[in-house]
């Protein structure tokens, strides 16, 4: 895929959706955090009912220290990986109140010294709140980036910094969200929904799919 064809990329899907953003429920900076904490191997579904139970209860670092590991295991139960979690959440909740005065920091270097936060986890936190232009590589965006040509790499931090090097500045910001629900609903990874694909003409794997299912 070439620049002409990313702007179009982009272009399309600014078009589709305007205002994109995430699908984890948050009304603060620190609600959002350890949402995305929690989604790490989970679903923001089965994040979102999780929190709905836990953040009318406990939703700032001294309500969810107070809890304790077992309070807080109580309520993100249903989330995979849920016992490690809980550990680093409250050691995340100490070290806001000990470091940060109890706010979220806004640079990555703070974002991933917080316990159960990588770079996927800051980038996330980073551009949805603090509206810096990074992108956060999971499965989807990785998936999509390969498939379609877009920014193909080995591993997510290859294709984190091609996605960054290639994305025209004027979409740098929203494209986290863009690929990451096209890569949810519309370039799954089996059976991608190429009939909902307002991008077809311009993904290298497209004419390969099409052949396969014509063929089958």
């Known amino acids: ?9 982009f272009s399309r899907l600014r078009d589709q959706n305007p205002a994109p953003t995430t699908e984890l429920n948050y009304t603060t900076t620190f609600e959002l955090l350890i949402a995305v904490i929690l989604s790490a191997q989970a679903t923001d579904v089965g994040v979102n009912k999780a929190t709905a139970k836990l ?10 220290l107070a809890l304790g590991v077992d309070g807080l295991k109580s309520y993100i139960k249903t989330i995979g990986l849920f016992n490690s979690k809980a550990e680093n959440i409250i050691k995340t909740c100490q070290q806001l109140i000990d470091n940060h005065n109890s706010e979220v920091p806004d640079s990555r270097e703070a974002l991933e010294a917080l316990p159960g936060v990588g ?18 590589v999971d499965t989807h965006i990785f998936r999509l980036a390969n498939r379609t040509g877009l920014a193909k790499g080995k591993n997510v931090r290859e294709v984190e910094d091609r996605l960054m090097k290639v994305i025209p500045n004027e979409f740098k910001l929203d494209a986290h969200h863009w690929l990451i629900l096209h890569g949810r609903y519309v370039c799954t990874a089996r059976n991608p929904r190429c009939e909902q694909c307002i991008v077809t003409d311009l993904c290298d794997e497209f004419p390969r799919i099409q052949t396969a299912r014509k063929s089958g």
């Open 119 to 136: 770079r996927k986890t800051a980038n996330v936190v980073l551009n949805t709140v603090f509206k810096h232009p990074v992108i956060a």
């Open 1 to 9: 895929m070439n620049q002409t064809q990313r702007q179009q990329f």
């Open 55 to 64: 953040y009318p209860v406990a939703n700032t670092p001294e309500a969810i």
